[in-house]
């Protein structure tokens, strides 16, 4: 059933339906309410462009426009009883629900990502997470930081570990290379005062401990010890 018809077929230049409103206020220039309780798939608006050959067009389906002395709060608001869930104003994109991107290619930000949560923020994957810097040619850091008396913490499972460089890590903590004529590590303390320790060891035993206590191991290429740092008995 169809109230109103209005063809306008023969139509293919100019414009359809011309509404000006050149003096509104406070009112709307085009207002569809409806206080129906027994809404189902029916809708309030239908825009619906289905052509009958293949065809491609240069224009917009849909646009909203302000011209140069124009300047409003919003606009677009999407409401649900009053509050926002989406608007889109002209500085300014919120959201104040979940976004679902299921689309299988990239998702493009100019700029930064900033979690204002002052709670907890998380960055999670359901899948092996890579995060890369700069492009393949370039020779970018990636820089972890935090402020005042904040650390970075690997806080991984009973039986994860951690892995600097290529292959598998054997231990908690691994450092993997194959370089010539280098060194896998370094650990510096640049201070250059008479007071300055370069690198600590403990182990959980209290007392003077016994030979079997060993702090640091050398191992060769096929994982004989060679060598060892080891308490002296108490």
């Known amino acids: 059933t169809t109230a109103f018809t209005l063809g306008a077929d023969n139509i293919s230049q100019g414009i359809g339906i011309d509404l000006s409103l050149d003096q509104l206020t406070t009112g709307y220039g085009e207002s569809i309410t409806s206080t129906s309780s027994i809404l189902t ?14 065809d491609t067009a240069t224009g917009d389906l849909f646009r909203l426009n302000i011209g140069p002395n124009g300047n409003v709060t919003n606009l677009l608001n999407i409401t649900d009883n009053g509050s926002t869930l989406f608007r889109v104003a002209e500085n300014q994109i919120e959201s104040a629900v979940p976004h679902s991107f299921t689309a299988a290619g990239d998702v493009s930000i100019a700029y930064d990502l900033l979690f204002t949560n002052q709670t907890a923020s998380y960055i999670k994957s359901n899948a092996p997470l890579t995060i890369e810097a700069g492009e393949s040619f370039e020779s970018n850091n990636l820089t972890l930081k935090t402020y005042s008396s904040g650390n970075v913490v690997f806080d ?60 640091i191991t050398f ?11 080891q308490a002296t008995t108490g």
């Not at 191992?219 to 740092?229: C, E, K, Q, W």
Request: avoid cysteine; hydrophobic fraction near 40%; proline fraction near 1%.
């Open 41 to 54: 798939t029916g809708r309030l608006l239908n825009l619906d462009w289905s052509p009958i050959l293949s």
């Open 219 to 229: 191992l060769n290429g096929t994982g004989v010890m060679v060598g060892r740092v």
């Open 156 to 215: 991984t499972a009973t039986n994860g570990k951690v892995l600097i460089g290529t292959g598998s890590a054997s231990l908690k903590f691994t450092v993997s290379d194959q370089f010539q004529a280098t060194a896998a590590a370094m650990i510096e303390n640049s201070y250059n005062g008479s007071d300055a320790d370069g690198l600590l060891v403990k182990l959980g035993y209290t007392g003077n401990g016994a030979t079997s206590n060993r702090f």
